[in-house]
Each structure stands twice: as structure tokens, then as C-alpha cells.
Nanobody, 126 residues
């Protein structure tokens, strides 16, 4: 079993920055791949899957979905089993619940990850 706890969300104005953190505990073999996903309010109401942002492997390999056009940067402290998402130049369209995910194989899709955090809300206002 794996437990994931996100933090760092909040309310910011357009152009602001936030840094999300996700601490993983439990079975280390199941956290080789960790990543960030998000779900907007509209997507949640529509029952849509969470959208992948970026994935990082324990060895540091990264994969980015071109969701934020380079404004979001994923990083990892493998020793502490913590991942981060640095979000810069935030815009209102970034308003969403942001989730941390973990698994033992690579995927950019929600269904590829068996472990999820509770989410942290990011709200960007103009």
C-alpha cells in the first residue's frame, strides 16, 4: 500500500506561482513512477478522467504533457520520496484540483496509476 499526501495548493492571482508537494509513504516499489494530474470543475461534473501534467521516475526521467506549455516543472527528491510541481505564470484556466499519483509502471493516463492522493485545490483569479 502507498499513501500520498499533497500540499501547497491555494489561491493566487494571474501570473503568480505555486509549488505543490506530494509525500509518498508505504511500498517503495509502487512509487517508481509518480506524477501530477489535474481535474477542472467542468471535467469533474462531466465525469472526465483526470488530465496528466507530468510524470517523473525515481531515477529522474521526466515526461511532460504539453498542458502548461513549459510553465510547470516536475521534480523529485528520491531520498525523501517527495515530488514537486513548480507552477509559474498561472492563468485562470489552471484552476483545478491537483492530484499526485504513483505506480510501478509508466503511463500518462489516470488509469495507469493505482495510488492517488486526496488532491490539493489551486484557484487562479484575474
Amino acid at each position: 500500500q502507498v499513501q500520498l499526501v499533497e500540499s501547497g495548493g491555494g489561491s493566487v492571482q494571474v501570473g503568480g506561482s505555486l509549488r505543490l508537494s506530494c509525500v509518498a509513504s508505504g511500498d517503495a516499489d509502487s512509487t517508481n513512477y509518480m506524477g501530477w494530474f489535474r481535474q477542472t470543475p467542468l471535467a469533474a461534473r462531466a465525469g472526465a478522467a483526470r488530465a496528466g501534467i507530468a510524470i517523473i521516475r525515481r531515477n529522474g526521467d521526466k515526461w511532460n504533457v504539453n498542458t502548461a506549455q513549459g510553465r510547470f516543472i516536475i521534480s523529485r527528491d528520491a531520498a525523501k520520496n517527495v515530488i514537486y510541481l513548480q507552477m509559474n505564470d498561472l492563468i485562470p484556466e489552471d484552476t483545478a484540483m491537483y492530484y499526485c499519483a504513483a505506480g510501478d509502471s509508466w503511463s500518462l493516463a489516470e488509469k495507469g496509476y493505482p495510488y492517488w492522493g486526496q488532491g490539493t485545490q489551486v484557484t487562479v483569479s484575474s
